[in-house]
């Protein structure tokens, strides 16, 4: 494994959704993720797919692909000059469910 590997691998041992929340798949060996995210007691949802560089976290991952009913600006983050090398899937993530509207950031518990 690379390091990029390591450092995946070790975020997707940390991290858990909340089945109310949503769901997340993280694919070390591949440098994959999948995400889905529900707003509560709606249908609105938002699903993304990112790709991570071999040089993660050093550069951020790239987003492949977004279905969303929702308006969200958290993507930004993925850009270089807005990219930290501490900043991981999990910043990512708590910027979504932070810009969720009907999801109030006391109901979210992620370890």
Do not use: H
């Not at 390591?6 to 070390?28: D, K, N, V, W, Y």
């Not at 591949?30 to 993304?48: H, I, M």
């Not at 797919?49 to 929702?70: A, G, I, N, T, W």
Request: hydrophobic share 40%.
């Amino acid at each position: 494994l690379n390091l990029a590997q390591l450092r995946l691998q070790c975020e997707a041992q940390q991290l858990t959704l909340p089945p109310e929340i949503g769901s997340l798949s993280i694919e070390p060996a591949k440098l994959r993720a999948a995400c889905s995210l529900f707003e509560k007691d709606s249908s609105a949802s938002l699903q993304f797919e990112l790709s991570f560089p071999s040089d993660y976290p050093l550069k951020p991952p790239q987003l492949l692909q977004v279905s969303s009913s929702l308006a969200c600006s958290a993507f930004d983050r993925l850009s270089e000059t807005n990219w930290s090398f501490t900043m991981g899937i999990a910043d990512l993530i708590l910027d979504l469910i932070r810009s969720l509207t009907a999801i109030r950031w006391d109901d979210v518990e992620m370890s």
